[in-house]
């Protein structure tokens, strides 16, 4: 079992920034991949970015160039700083996790809200 806890959700204004947390505890040495996605009201969850324990990462296009994932698998947190907010940034922030048996564990999500 893998637990994730996620931090650093809030209210911004747009060309805002924040940076969100989520650390992992449970059975960590078997996690690989660890992303984090988004579900706005009335959407679909949608994949934001990812990164491997290698350090491989991967991003929506709606967000290259503005958000950074990155990994420090010795504190066994995975954070997402988030530069240039719009408001259509604006949903519930949910931190993943898949293991190497391809198990996926969810957060509780946080929420990110990006004002005009």
């Known amino acids: 079992q893998v637990q994730l806890v996620e931090s650093g959700g809030g209210l911004v204004q747009a060309g805002g920034s924040l940076r969100l947390s989520c650390a992992a505890s449970?059975?960590?040495?078997?996690?690989?991949?660890m992303g984090w996605y988004r579900q706005a009201p009335g959407k679909q969850r949608e994949l934001v970015a990812s990164?491997?324990?290698?350090?491989?990462?991967n991003y929506a296009d709606s967000v290259k160039s503005r958000f950074t994932i990155s990994r420090d698998n010795t504190k066994n947190t995975v954070y997402l700083q988030m530069n240039s907010l719009k408001v259509e940034d604006t949903a519930v922030y949910l931190c993943?996790?898949?293991?190497?048996?391809?198990?996926?564990?969810w957060g509780q999500g946080t929420q990110v809200t990006v004002s005009s």
């Open positions: 990164i491997t324990r290698g350090g491989t990462t």
């Open positions: 993943n996790a898949q293991t190497v048996t391809f198990r996926i564990y």
């Open positions: 449970g059975s960590i040495s078997s996690i690989n991949v």
